[in-house]
């Protein structure tokens, strides 16, 4: 297959380019800069989502489109990054949907980035798709961002949108922001630990993008996360456990939200989310549980 990609140069799409490369397909790269030294079975587009469409031509001939590009999210949330949070994902995808409205074959697929912040706090609720959207900031935005993604449905795309859980890899992601600090033995549980992380591997949230490809009868909304959630005290523990190191301070809730202001929600909502489509079509996951994917991350 011909797939494009847009955010292919930042954590996930990395992974995600070189395995589709693997498996012997051609990427249509789209990123805000000229890159040297890609692949030769790479075609760069530049494009950048706050500026403008992308190029139509990026996607003619494509049979798929993995729409992963965003302002990152961990960052101060001053009004002007809220925008770019915000706008970078609703108008840009709104965009690229006109973009592929020009074209006289478009691609079959669309896979479009959401986050399972867009359950919003949710406490011990089990989540499944069909859970009803949270509130807040980003629940709003992913609400708005998957709207927008829909729209493409009209021109008889297929789309999925992936809801990612918190992705789990040792070059980049949350994993290795923590790593310094529980290397140090600084590693403690955020507020009282009693919010739910759902987690993924970065092996597994790749291996279900292309897992996807292929399932045509899939459209909707995907919960990318591993079948078993945790709370963020055994997350601690667990990451304690798997670097031998003490893990057994706490941060203060009052503490977070002074450091990091309104982004302190990301660490401190709650989100028990379960995979029930990926498991429904038989996705194996590799890496089910905690431990197993903190041993091979951490190996
Ligand atoms: N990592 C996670 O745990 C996680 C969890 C839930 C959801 N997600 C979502 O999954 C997507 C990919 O995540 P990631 O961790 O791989 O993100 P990332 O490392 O920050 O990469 C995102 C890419 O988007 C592009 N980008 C950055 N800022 C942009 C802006 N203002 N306007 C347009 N494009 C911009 C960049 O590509 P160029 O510089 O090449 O243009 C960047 O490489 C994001 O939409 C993210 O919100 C991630």
Not at 51 to 75: C, K, M, N, R
Not at 105 to 129: F, K, M, N, V
Not at 171 to 187: E, K, T, V
């Amino acid at each position: 297959m011909r797939i494009a990609v847009t955010g292919g140069t930042g954590f996930i799409g990395r992974r995600l380019v070189r395995v589709l490369l693997e498996a012997g397909h051609e990427v249509n790269l789209l990123a805000r800069r000229p890159r040297t030294g890609l692949d030769p079975r790479i075609s760069l587009w530049l494009w950048d989502a706050l500026e403008s469409e992308p190029p139509s031509e990026a996607f003619s001939g494509t049979d798929a489109v993995i729409h992963l590009s965003g302002e990152p999210l961990v960052q101060q949330w001053t009004s002007e990054i809220k925008r770019r949070i915000r706008a970078s994902r609703v108008e840009g995808t709104r965009r690229l949907v006109a973009a592929l409205g020009r074209l006289q074959q478009l691609p079959r697929t669309l896979i479009s980035a959401s986050a399972i912040g867009y359950y919003g706090d949710r406490g011990d609720e089990l989540l499944t798709e069909d859970s009803p959207p949270g509130s807040g900031f980003l629940a709003e935005v992913c609400q708005e961002w998957e709207a927008a993604a829909n729209e493409a449905a009209g021109l008889g795309v297929r789309v999925v949108v992936l809801r990612i859980g918190i992705v789990l890899g040792r070059d980049g992601g949350a994993l290795a922001r923590m790593l310094p600090i529980f290397c140090a033995g600084l590693g403690g549980r955020l507020g009282d630990g009693r919010q739910w992380m759902s987690w993924i591997h970065v092996a597994d949230l790749v291996g279900l993008v292309h897992f996807l490809l292929e399932r045509e009868g899939v459209r909707g909304p995907v919960n990318a996360v591993a079948p078993n959630p945790v709370s963020n005290a055994e997350f601690t523990r667990a990451l304690g456990r798997a670097l031998r190191r003490p893990a057994l301070l706490c941060v203060p809730r009052w503490l977070l939200q002074v450091v990091y202001g309104e982004m302190a929600h990301i660490l401190l909502s709650s989100q028990r989310v379960q995979p029930a489509v990926a498991e429904r079509e038989g996705y194996a996951f590799q890496f089910p549980v905690l431990d197993l994917a903190l041993r091979d991350l951490l190996a």
